[in-house]
């Protein structure tokens, strides 16, 4: 049963509800069988990143490896996109080395013009506006605490950054529901809110009380550095810490898609606490990144 996907995962315009569940099966079947293939063998992925990562970057490169294929860093420093050389000029020598590329950008664009002008496959591994990937081992590690996603009810409090936007994107195609509160100004896109039918407030309490999950990010993303001190002020009110987690549903359980910011979105208690699955999902990072490759690379 071959399952057919765009050729780009940029984020999930032009999936439906079967290529979503069909993927995330997948991920499922090789997290279960401790998946080691030849499926991709002698073919290797670009990582092309303008930004640090630990998972992102680990996770693709082990998938990639589990699969019998290969992955390359290259760094923006080496790469220089738009500055060294430009992102068409990128995306027309890569598609001549490799078989995918897989791209950390600061902007949206950089990834749309590099899956524009490349003929391989390209993954957004993160960008101002999405984190699909992210949103994929979010959905897995719900599943696993709940057994589904069907009325199940996701608390977010912070940014309404990427992350958010991507699990914004998600969660009406397997019937999650979201209540988002952020500090005014911090809004996500509220077309992605409306589409996933969200409960949205200020409030970060009405948010929390009796929700399944509650999941944070950091209240400053990369790139966002300058605005450091504003956010610091913007965002009181709005740490998730064990009085927050308190008004969770009795199974209800803590998320952040790492890395945390300890002292400003969340606590170390939280992280490590007995309500968190930030590990558990940082590990479905891998499961979901395998499959994820593994269809859209064969
Ligand atoms: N969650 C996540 O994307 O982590 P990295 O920034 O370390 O890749
Ligand atoms: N919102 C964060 C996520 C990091 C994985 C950022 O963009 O920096």
């Given at each position: 049963?071959?399952?057919?996907?765009?050729?780009?995962?940029?984020?999930?315009?032009?999936?439906?509800?079967?290529?979503?569940?069909?993927?995330?099966?997948?991920?499922?079947?090789?997290?279960?069988?401790?998946?080691?293939?030849?499926?991709?063998?002698?073919?290797?992925?670009?990582?092309?990143?303008?930004?640090?990562?630990?998972?992102?970057?680990?996770?693709?490169?082990?998938?990639?490896?589990?699969?019998?294929?290969?992955?390359?860093?290259?760094?923006?420093?080496?790469?220089?996109?738009?500055?060294?050389?430009?992102?068409?000029?990128?995306?027309?020598?890569?598609?001549?080395?490799?078989?995918?590329?897989?791209?950390?950008?600061?902007?949206?664009?950089?990834?749309?013009?590099?899956?524009?002008?490349?003929?391989?496959?390209?993954?957004?591994?993160?960008?101002?506006?999405?984190?699909?990937?992210?949103?994929?081992?979010?959905?897995?590690?719900?599943?696993?605490?709940?057994?589904?996603?069907?009325?199940?009810?996701?608390a977010w409090v912070?940014?309404?950054?990427?992350?958010l936007?991507?699990?914004?994107?998600?969660?009406?195609?397997?019937?999650?529901?979201v209540?988002v509160?952020?500090?005014?100004?911090?809004?996500?896109?509220?077309?992605?809110?409306?589409?996933?039918?969200?409960?949205?407030?200020?409030?970060?309490?009405?948010?929390?009380?009796?929700?399944?999950?509650?999941y944070?990010?950091?209240?400053?993303?990369?790139?966002?550095?300058?605005?450091?001190?504003?956010?610091?002020?913007?965002?009181?009110?709005?740490?998730?810490?064990?009085?927050?987690?308190?008004?969770?549903?009795?199974?209800?359980?803590?998320?952040?898609?790492?890395?945390?910011?300890?002292?400003?979105?969340?606590?170390?208690?939280?992280?490590?606490?007995?309500?968190?699955?930030?590990?558990?999902?940082?590990?479905?990072?891998?499961?979901?990144?395998?499959?994820?490759?593994?269809?859209?690379?064969?």
């Amino acid at each position: 049963d071959a399952l057919t996907l765009p050729k780009d995962l940029l984020d999930f315009s032009g999936y439906g509800p079967k290529e979503l569940l069909a993927l995330l099966a997948l991920a499922e079947r090789l997290k279960k069988e401790r998946y080691r293939g030849e499926d991709l063998k002698g073919k290797v992925l670009a990582l092309l990143f303008e930004k640090p990562s630990l998972r992102t970057r680990t996770t693709l490169e082990v998938a990639m490896l589990h699969l019998g294929g290969h992955a390359v860093y290259l760094d923006q420093k080496q790469v220089g996109i738009g500055e060294r050389e430009p992102v068409r000029d990128i995306a027309k020598n890569l598609e001549r080395f490799v078989e995918g590329i897989a791209a950390r950008v600061y902007r949206h664009e950089t990834v749309e013009a590099l899956a524009r002008h490349a003929r391989v496959p390209v993954v957004n591994a993160l960008s101002d506006r999405a984190h699909p990937l992210q949103a994929l081992a979010d959905l897995l590690t719900l599943k696993e605490a709940f057994g589904g996603w069907e009325g199940i009810e996701v608390a977010w409090v912070g940014d309404g950054n990427n992350v958010l936007n991507s699990l914004l994107e998600v969660a009406p195609l397997v019937g999650l529901r979201v209540r988002v509160a952020t500090p005014r100004g911090y809004e996500p896109d509220p077309l992605l809110l409306k589409r996933a039918n969200a409960h949205f407030t200020h409030d970060p309490k009405e948010a929390v009380l009796g929700a399944h999950a509650l999941y944070t990010d950091v209240w400053t993303s990369m790139g966002q550095e300058d605005e450091r001190e504003k956010r610091l002020r913007d965002f009181q009110g709005f740490q998730v810490n064990g009085e927050l987690l308190k008004l969770l549903h009795p199974e209800g359980i803590f998320l952040h898609c790492l890395p945390a910011h300890y002292g400003e979105e969340t606590t170390e208690e939280a992280v490590h606490g007995e309500r968190s699955r930030v590990f558990d999902q940082a590990e479905n990072r891998l499961h979901t990144a395998k499959a994820v490759l593994l269809t859209l690379l064969k």
